[in-house]
């Protein structure tokens, strides 16, 4: 069995806050009728109502997506069914429109906001992160290895390891009691009272094991 070469092992990480690009808002909506299909978004009264207002503030078509269709039979008969419960999904990829979205969704009585889910550049914001992260290791390694009197001979082993920390719901969570509220039409930006730059915190942490000259060498 090969022995384990001399080494020195080297911890580093480094930190950061990256801003959400885009946001997906899951939003029900109960109907008096039911519509199969993505002729609901046209058909039902509620449905269009709400895509109709979300279009007025510069929404496109194709970010609104009918993703499911719940509903109860009246009487036994399905296509009868007094009533329905359309799930949509819709994406928000300007977050400056993102307080009059809420408010077109607040301002409709028969909608619910369900879910947000924040979009991140999480590839870009970890590949920078892991450049400073092998740097720092790097310059720390060569002033240890210094130190030490050995030379950096290459790297053993190497580990990184990644940690999300996404910030609380609760902010939006005000905008849109605030915005329901006043229950008409679509609430302004500054009558929001909020931030739409939503962040979370980004670590990467690496272990590195560098391979030195023998110790005790001279």
């Known amino acids: 069995m090969e022995s384990k070469p001399d080494t020195i092992r080297i911890s580093a990480f480094r930190s950061g806050e990256i801003e959400a690009t885009h946001a997906d808002l899951a939003v029900s909506i109960k109907g008096a009728s039911f519509f199969s299909g993505n002729e609901a978004l046209k058909k039902s009264k509620e449905v269009s109502q709400l895509v109709g207002g979300l279009n007025e503030i510069g929404l496109p078509p194709e970010d609104i997506h009918l993703q499911s269709i719940s509903t109860e039979a009246s009487g036994g008969n399905f296509l009868k069914s007094s009533s329905a419960i359309y799930r949509l999904t ?129």
């Open 90 to 218: 819709v994406r928000c990829n300007q977050l400056e429109q993102f307080p009059d979205l809420l408010g077109v969704i607040a301002a409709q009585k028969n909608a619910s906001l369900e879910k947000i889910t924040w979009r991140y550049p999480d590839e870009e914001a970890r590949d920078q992160l892991l450049e400073k992260a092998i740097a720092a290791a790097g310059a720390r390694a060569q002033k240890v290895a210094a130190s030490l009197g050995v030379e950096l001979m290459g790297i053993y082993n190497f580990n990184d390891n990644y940690v999300d920390e996404e910030g609380p719901f609760r902010p939006t969570e005000i905008a849109f009691a605030q915005a329901r509220s006043k229950a008409v039409g679509v609430v302004p930006q500054a009558d929001m009272g909020m931030d739409i730059q939503h962040r979370k915190k980004v670590e990467v942490r690496l272990d590195i094991e560098y391979r030195v000259s023998g110790f005790g060498k001279s």
